[in-house]
């Protein structure tokens, strides 16, 4: 079965740095856009950054500038940079597609990964 799986998350002082990666595995036929998104406990799901399939990307405003989101379609694979972090950015991050298709049932569907908590100290 298809599968995003997350790694990268951990603890990190304010104004550090962390580097978030999202594999997709599985018999993959074909991965379309992808993002990051974050939750914060008691607060909804919001949106972070996202990346098309031909690299086109969009940020959050509150992250511009200071977030990157990148991908390596070989490895079917997207990456988080985050520079400058800041408290209430602690969350649990989780990466998303909207359409990945398995090679071996032909199907489509929107995937999540597991998430990986982000934890930045003041």
């Known amino acids: 079965q298809v599968q995003l799986v997350e790694s990268g998350g951990g603890l990190v002082q304010a104004g550090g740095s962390l580097r978030l990666s999202c594999a997709a595995s599985g018999r993959i036929l074909s991965i379309n856009d992808m993002g990051w998104y974050r939750q914060a406990p008691g607060k909804q799901r919001e949106l972070v950054a996202t990346i098309t399939s031909g690299g086109s990307t969009n940020y959050a405003t509150s992250v511009k500038g200071r977030f990157a989101i990148s991908r390596d379609n070989a490895k079917n694979t997207v990456y988080l940079q985050m520079n400058s972090l800041k408290p209430d950015e602690t969350a649990v991050y989780y990466c998303?597609?909207?359409?990945?298709?398995?090679?071996?049932?032909?199907?489509?569907?929107?995937?999540w990964g597991q998430g990986t908590q982000v934890t930045v100290s003041s």
């Open positions: 998303n597609t909207d359409r990945v298709c398995d090679r071996a049932t032909l199907r489509c569907f929107a995937r």
